[in-house]
Nanobody, 126 residues
Framework: QVQLVESGGGLVQAGGSLRLSCTASGPTIRTYAMGWFRQAPGKEREFVAAINYSGSTTDYADSGKGRFTISRDNAKNTVYLQMNSLKPEGTAVYYC???????????????????WGQGTQVTVSS
């Protein structure tokens, strides 16, 4: 059973940066595609970014293209989300998710991910 723990959230001013980390325990995640999602109050959970098992393929929601970077360090069982030029509409709880290696492809659909962290709050003030 993969357990995911996010960290790195906090309060930041608009235009600032944060780096979120997601560390896995249990089985290695080196064969898992990983994703970041977020959920703002009163809204549905939405896709932010995803990365394949090796890090060779990444995918971003339009909202984060050019500002967010997803990466992974399989030796550390950790996935990162670097967020730059943050905007107030980025305020949300950010979740890390792992997709079991029945496929090595990334996905934008939350239902395709099997394991989830508890989330970390990101608040962007204007």
């Amino acid at each position: 059973q993969v357990q995911l723990v996010e960290s790195g959230g906090g309060l930041v001013q608009a235009g600032g940066s944060l780096r979120l980390s997601c560390t896995a325990s249990g089985p290695t995640i080196r064969t898992y595609a990983m994703g970041w999602f977020r959920q703002a109050p009163g809204k549905e959970r939405e896709f932010v970014a995803a990365i394949n098992y090796s890090g060779s393929t990444t995918d971003y929601a339009d909202s984060g293209k050019g500002r967010f970077t997803i990466s992974r360090d399989n030796a550390k069982n950790t996935v990162y989300l670097q967020m730059n030029s943050l905007k107030p509409e980025g305020t949300a709880v950010y979740y890390c998710a792992a997709r079991s290696p029945r496929t090595y492809e990334t996905s934008r659909r939350a239902v395709d991910y099997d394991y989830w962290g508890q989330g970390t709050q990101v608040t962007v003030s204007s």
